[in-house]
């Protein structure tokens, strides 16, 4: 008897948080792209595996990922899902030439789509009539390059370093 007690008292309560977890969650659904709600307060990129260090080898290829913050109550929810219009700019030492967008496939160009994921790309692919020096490409300045990432209107940037093996 007592053990059927433990089992009817055991489901009770996983019911219960099941339900009262329903409608709110364990933490912030900010959705992904336009279906999301409009609470994005900042933007993180990161890159999707490894070490997070947005540095990337010449002529090889990164892929990072855009991390929407919101705030629910008197906490931050997050999602990794959130798709992000992505840019590039010059940081005050380098150039946005140091870097190229590609999807994250890195096959393929970025062509201004949402996109969670991108490949940044080290220097300019072969081919496109860049300035270079046999296999090496020359950068501007110190080989930096800001990647940018839109949310809902809300933008985050993170320097990415180009650099020679």
Known sequence: MRRLRRVILTLVTVAAVAASTACTGLGANIGSGSKGSDFVQSVIIQTISGVDVLQVLVNHCLVVQAVALGAQGSGNGVSS????????????????????????????????????????????????????????????NDGTAFIKATVKGVTGFNTVKVFFS
Do not use: M
């Open 81 to 140: 899902v959130q798709g992000a219009t992505w840019s590039k700019a010059s940081t005050p030492n380098g150039s946005a030439s140091n870097i190229t967008l590609f999807e994250a496939d890195c096959i393929h160009p970025y062509g201004g789509e949402i996109q969670q994921a991108i490949g940044i790309f080290g220097g300019t692919p072969p081919g496109s009539g860049c300035a270079s020096a046999g296999r090496r490409t020359l950068f501007v």
